[in-house]
């Protein structure tokens, strides 16, 4: 009962008892790991990304400031459209230290999970990732790669990724469809 309790299925009310919760398996839990591919797999969905562009650049100084890279250094520059059962959910651009990714092809992209990339192609083990988020309404770009129209409300994330040595391999801004996507934090009280 208490591992239930402890994943989100069931709450306990004193005095009244224990209730099965009402988690809707359209949310995400902000405080676990965070997959996209596995996120929609686990509800039930058929994950698919289309490689918008994929190309180095030297990095500005938001870019710079953000991977913890000189200015100027040569970054990765992704940008995928993320779909759910073929509708369109998020819109990524990632940027990602060359350095730490020499032999990254677009096909890898294309194929692989990013994450799954990262540890099984290139040795990097994600150990933790900051994510901010906050509501927008969609650009015109936005709008039309998410086939929703201009001023529609969307979340724009931003999430910066590290491996095991405390390096920024990932620097990610993504505008994602607010009505298709539900957010969960559970805060647990350290006594």
Do not use: C
């Not at 190309?55 to 520059?77: C, D, H, M, W, Y």
Request: charged share 30%; net charge neutral; no cysteine.
């Amino acid at each position: 009962m208490q591992e239930l309790e402890t994943e989100g299925y069931i709450y306990r009310q004193h005095g009244k008892g224990t209730f099965v919760s009402d988690l809707s398996k359209t949310t995400t839990d902000l405080a676990g790991a965070y997959s996209f591919t596995e996120q929609m797999k686990k509800l039930g969905r058929y994950p698919e990304t289309i490689v918008l562009s994929f190309k180095q650049t030297e990095a500005r100084k938001k870019i710079a400031s953000a991977l913890n890279v000189p200015l100027g250094e040569t970054v990765f520059e992704l940008k995928r459209l993320r779909l759910a059962d073929r509708e369109p959910l998020m819109v990524e651009t990632s940027f990602l230290p060359v350095k730490l990714f020499l032999s990254l092809t677009k096909e890898q992209v294309e194929n692989k999970p990013l994450y799954n990339i990262f540890s099984e192609d290139f040795s990097q083990r994600v150990r933790l990732a900051d994510e901010e988020f906050y509501a927008s309404i969609a650009s015109k770009e936005d709008s039309e790669a998410l086939q929703v129209t201009i001023g529609a409300p969307v979340l724009h994330l931003v999430r910066s990724t590290y491996n095991m040595k405390n390096e920024v391999i990932e620097y990610t801004l993504s505008v994602a469809r607010a009505d298709q996507f539900h957010y969960k934090v559970r805060h647990i009280r350290n006594e």
